[in-house]
């Protein structure tokens, strides 16, 4: 299919943009610490530090100094193309021998396992000039690409795949001098080497059908850039591209941080910014460098590499810059007041600036001019500045407001008041007078040397001439001469500050004021006559010289700008300086506080661990604290919180902190440093408590106690079912009981012996007869209402019975009751009606059939745990010839049943008398 290519954009890149020697930058070569000047690349590893590859050894920068590895330190060549840092904090480095080592964390070095392997795929053919210039680590895999032969990927087990240039199955070639692409056509995804990606045929096609690419990257869009020669490619929708056309060849792209970036060899790095559309150059940077490599860092700034000149920094690209003058005019004069900076330019104007945005400031309401020259007034103070606006004209400003007014001599440099009532005016003859307006009076003394400057702090006048400075100094209501310094000097400026008051001479040298000696000693000389102004904060010194402005720390020395510099005012975090035509404002990035905090480690109950979950013996936490990149003797403030605690501990500068007899919970322990607000990772962690005290436990034991007591419930349940039946069969049983023992045939004989009685006219006996049958029907009854009576009255009840019996058969039977000794009649129970149907049984069934006397005996003994009741009778024994025909003995069936539904182990057996005639009937009854 024929795709149509429309070049939407074409543009020459030139000066437009910020020019790097108009913008404050660090810089670093082999004179200021790095092995060598030719870098190859640079990154920035997870903590922080920046690496560099150069032709002499790898170098890393830990913000504030180098250290070095070379060959004598394990590299495998002191040359080094590319550096990558994998998961585990280690660096890669490919040198130019074809190899590869390892720096790991604690910058040991160590070769490449498998750089055999590397070198058996070399063929000999390619054994000269064949680089490695692309290595990607992911997964313990390695990506090597080469200039000539193309790819491997090495595995964690030492196989190889190998990628050739002219293979059929993988299309590879070099890219530029220092990477490689490299994709599998069976795939539609692209292999990352380095940051480069490798740019997808349609991209290709876009441009011409056998183009070669340079290099490559992906923009935040995800559209493609593809370079080759001097030209960029830049994907677009529909099919279309952006072309950028550069001077020289293109040697590096990366998109960072919504810019695209171009280093250009010879010609610098370019940066681009797509606005409405449009590729528009932000900043031409570094012209006449060769740009091998751009990263921006954690902290936002920007690192360069080049082939020839080191590496650069940039701490922030929003520097500010406000141009006063055109061509055909120059800054004047410039001073300094509260938060404003007044300029006298060559066009006669003052003009006031803003110190924080460089705004103009509205403080003179008309237009003024002279017949001379527009100038500041020689005099210098803390609270005021006056300018000479012509031959009897004096503007004055106190920061707020301007008035102007006239000068009563035309010798006069300067006025003040420096109090209330009183005033000092110094004239060109070294003549200061101090006049009291409220008395009148006046007190002069005349110097010898003629006065240029006049510098006025407090109770103290310093003059300054071509040939050193006078000090006066002011009292009530004099003025007192205390010496002359520095003589043969001429001073340029002095600067009063809080820790003391400093001056420069034209020589380059700056003096401090020692005033307990009254006397001038040389703080720091510079070599540099062409010393403009300079600014003293803490440690460092600013320097404005016509050479730039220069910053000097710990007696080095670093250039910060390229142009001649007239004045510079620093503070903690910034500076702010004035060149010849505008106002400079930037970040001093040694002062900004990219300090932070972070746990370097912590223990448990003694022991460091590494782990976040803990037992609830494991709660005595004690944290070991760090500061990265602090500035040096500055005392830091930080938070620790401790989440879950609810508790913030405030720790100046310190290194430990401890947390006893934590409770078991979930915590979440952070830092905040308090001098810029940064915080540290948040770490979390738990204690567990005891197991009896655990979630899961507690439901495991709740589920269980719930089913204990379903079970339980479950089992009263049924033994309530089972006892309501059993109740239920137990009534039933003993209601039979009652009516097979009441049967009509006992009732209807004891009546007639009764009534036999009456006839015989034995009343007494009849009515004896008659209580005792009631006695027992009433016994009946109330003991078919209960489940249990004691053995005793069971016995009265059977005793009972059987005397009646006897009585109709004119007592022909005999009854013994045996009793064990151990046994208490009173205190055993058993079901009712239990021993009667059996001695019925033995009195109808087997003595009232035998012709003659019979005898029944009841034993009842204990054994362990049972009583043992045994009913014997000599009767005509129990068989079926013996019954009496038709009779069915219910009262035995009902007597197993009843007992066996009390205790299933409860039984009766009924057997032969072994001695005699007659039936053994035994009970076997356990104790409840």
Not at 911 to 923: A, D, L, S, Y
Request: charged fraction near 25%; glycine fraction near 6%; charge should be neutral.
């Amino acid at each position: 299919m024929l795709i149509t290519i429309l070049v939407f954009n074409l543009y020459i890149c030139s000066a437009y943009g910020q020019d790097i020697d108009r913008t404050p930058y660090l810089h670093w070569d082999s004179e200021s610490g790095l092995p060598s000047n030719e870098v190859y690349h640079i990154i920035e590893s997870r903590k922080g530090e920046i690496w560099i590859a150069t032709d002499n050894g790898v170098a890393k920068y830990n913000g504030r100094k180098f250290t070095f590895f070379q060959k004598k330190e394990g590299l495998t060549d002191n040359v080094v193309f590319k550096l990558f840092e994998d998961e585990k904090g280690v660096i890669w480095c490919t040198t130019y021998n074809s190899e590869i080592c390892k720096i790991l964390p604690n910058d040991s070095i160590v070769s490449y396992q498998y750089n055999d392997t590397i070198d058996k795929y070399i063929p000999k053919e390619f054994s000269s000039n064949l680089l490695i210039i692309s290595l990607v680590v992911s997964n313990d895999s390695l990506f090597i690409g080469y200039n000539k032969k193309g790819e491997i990927v090495i595995t964690p087990e030492g196989n190889y795949q190998l990628s050739d240039q002219t293979s059929q199955e993988y299309r590879v070639k070099k890219i530029g001098k220092y990477s490689t692409q490299y994709s599998n056509p069976q795939s539609v995804d692209t292999v990352f080497l380095d940051n480069h990606l490798i740019i997808k045929s349609k991209l290709k096609k876009l441009v011409e059908k056998n183009i070669e690419y340079g290099y490559s990257c992906r923009l935040n869009n995800g559209k493609l850039v593809g370079t080759y020669a001097n030209a960029a490619f830049i994907e677009k929708d529909s099919n279309l591209i952006d072309t950028l056309f550069f001077p020289e060849a293109i040697i590096y792209v990366a998109s960072i941080d919504n810019l695209l970036w171009f280093g250009v060899s010879n010609n610098g790095a370019y940066a681009y910014n797509l606005e409405k559309n449009s590729w528009v150059c932000q900043y031409h940077l570094f012209q006449n460098r060769s740009i091998s490599s751009v990263i921006m860092d954690k902290n936002r700034g920007f690192w360069f590499s080049t082939h020839e000149n080191g590496i650069y920094y940039l701490p922030d690209l929003s520097y500010q810059s406000k141009v006063i003058c055109g061509n055909s005019h120059n800054i004047y004069d410039v001073r300094a007041l509260n938060d404003l900076i007044f300029i006298i330019s060559s066009k006669q104007q003052v003009e006031a600036y803003d110190k924080n945005d460089l705004s103009l400031k509205q403080l003179i309401d008309k237009p003024f001019s002279g017949t001379r020259l527009c100038q500041f007034d020689d005099g210098y103070t803390q609270k005021k500045l006056s300018v000479h606006t012509g031959d009897s004209l004096l503007l004055k400003f106190d920061g707020s407001s301007s008035k102007m007014s006239h000068l009563s001599e035309k010798e006069l440099i300067f006025r003040e008041y420096v109090s209330e009532n009183k005033s000092i005016s110094v004239t060109t003859y070294e003549k200061i007078t101090l006049e009291n307006h409220l008395t009148g009076t006046t007190s002069s003394i005349n110097g010898k040397f003629g006065t240029s400057k006049v510098f006025v702090f407090d109770n103290l006048v310093f003059t300054t001439n071509s040939v050193g400075c006078g000090l006066y100094k002011i009292s009530e209501d004099s003025i007192t001469f205390l010496g002359r310094f520095l003589s043969n000097e001429q001073v340029e400026h002095i600067k009063h500050y809080s820790f003391g008051i400093y001056c420069s001479s034209k020589s380059g040298t700056i003096y401090k004021y020692i005033p307990e000696s009254n006397r001038f000693e040389p703080f720091l000389n510079t070599n540099n006559t062409n010393l403009s102004d300079f600014e003293i904060v803490k440690d460092q010194i600013w320097l404005a010289t016509k050479d730039g402005l220069l910053k000097v720390k710990d007696s080095k020395i670093t250039k910060f700008w390229e142009e001649p510099v007239k004045s510079v005012f620093a503070s903690d975090t910034g500076v702010l300086f004035v060149t010849q035509k505008e106002l400079v404002k930037f970040k001093d990035y040694e002062r900004i506080d990219n300090s932070s905090v972070f746990i370097r480690s912590y223990s448990v109950n003694g022991l460091k661990k590494n782990k976040t979950s803990f037992s609830y013996s494991e709660n005595n936490f004690e944290f070991n604290i760090g500061i990265r990149n602090p500035i040096p003797e500055k005392k830091y403030e930080i938070h620790a919180v401790l989440i879950g605690e609810d508790t913030i501990i405030t720790l100046l500068d310190g290194t430990k902190i401890s947390y006893p007899q934590l409770s078991p919970g979930t915590y979440q322990f952070y830092l905040k440093n308090l001098s810029n607000g940064s915080e540290s990772e948040v770490l979390e962690f738990r204690i567990y408590p005891p197991i009896f005290e655990r979630w899961w436990f507690l439901s495991i034991v709740i589920g269980v106690l719930l089913i204990i007591v379903l079970l339980i419930m479950r089992s009263i349940y049924r033994r309530r079912e089972k006892k309501h039946f059993m109740q239920k069969q137990l009534t039933e049983l003993q209601s039979k009981a009652l009516r097979a023992q009441m049967n009509p045939h006992f009732i209807f004989n004891t009546m007639n012996v009764i009534q036999s009685l009456i006839s015989s006219k034995r009343l007494d006996d009849s009515s004896d007869v008659l209580v005792k049958l009631s006695k027992l029907i009433r016994n009946a009854l109330n003991y078919s209402r209960q489940e249990i009576i004691n053995l005793e009255d069971e016995i009265l009840f059977c005793q009972n019975y059987f005397n009646l019996e006897n009585l109709r058969i004119e007592n022909r039977m005999q009854l013994n009751v045996n009793l064990s000794p151990t046994i208490n009649p009173k205190k055993i129970g058993i079901p009712p009606l239990t021993i009667q149907p059996i001695l019925e049984n033995a009195i109808v069934h087997g003595l009232i059939p035998k012709q003659g006397d019979g005898m029944i005996d009841i034993d009842i003994k204990d054994e362990n745990d049972t009583v043992i009741i045994v009913v014997s009778d000599t009767g005509v024994g129990f068989t079926p010839s013996t019954r009496e025909k038709g009779h069915q003995s219910y009262g035995i069936d009902l007597i197993a049943q009843r007992i066996t539904l009390l205790d299933k182990r409860n039984s009766i057996l009924i057997k032969k008398n072994e001695h005699e005639t007659g039936t053994v009937v035994k009970i076997t009854l356990y104790k409840q």
